[in-house]
C-alpha cells in the first residue's frame, strides 16, 4: 500500500506559478511511476503528467512549457510546477501511483490516489 498526500494549492491569478507536492508512505520502495491528474466538475479526470523512478517525464500536451513534473526519490515525493497558470487550470489535482515502471495517462491505470488540492486561477 501506499499514501499519497498532495499540498500546494491555492487561489492564484492568471500568470501566477504554483508549486504542488505529494508525499508518498507505505511502500515506497518499489518502482512507482508518479503522477498528476486533474478535475473539474462533471468532466473526466484528467491526465496532467507523469514521471517514473529514473526520470524521463511526460507532460500533456495543453500545459507543455508551463507545467514541469519532477521528483526526489529519497524524499518520496513528486512535485509540479506550474507556471503562467489560466483560468482553464482550474481544477482540483491529484497525485496518482502506478505500480509500473512505464507511464500510463489514463487514470485507470494508477493504483493509488491522493485526496486532491483545489487550484484555482482568477482572469
Known amino acids: 500500500q501506499v499514501q499519497l498526500v498532495e499540498s500546494g494549492g491555492g487561489l492564484v491569478q492568471a500568470g501566477d506559478s504554483l508549486r504542488l507536492s505529494c508525499a508518498a508512505s507505505?511502500?515506497?520502495?518499489?518502482?512507482?511511476?508518479m503522477g498528476w491528474f486533474r478535475q473539474t466538475p462533471g468532466k473526466e479526470r484528467e491526465f496532467v503528467a507523469a514521471?517514473?523512478?529514473?526520470?524521463?517525464?511526460v507532460v500533456t500536451d495543453s500545459v507543455k512549457g508551463r507545467f514541469t513534473i519532477s521528483r526526489d526519490n529519497a524524499k518520496n515525493t513528486v512535485y509540479l510546477q506550474m507556471n503562467s497558470l489560466q483560468p482553464e487550470d482550474t481544477a482540483v489535482y491529484y497525485c496518482?501511483?502506478?505500480?509500473?515502471?512505464?507511464?500510463?495517462?489514463?487514470?485507470?491505470?494508477?493504483?493509488?490516489w491522493g485526496q486532491g488540492t483545489q487550484v484555482t486561477v482568477s482572469s
Open positions: 496518482a501511483a502506478r505500480s509500473r515502471s512505464s507511464i500510463g495517462t489514463s487514470s485507470m491505470q494508477y493504483n493509488y
Open positions: 514521471i517514473p523512478w529514473s526520470g524521463g517525464a
Open positions: 507505505g511502500r515506497t520502495d518499489s518502482n512507482y511511476v
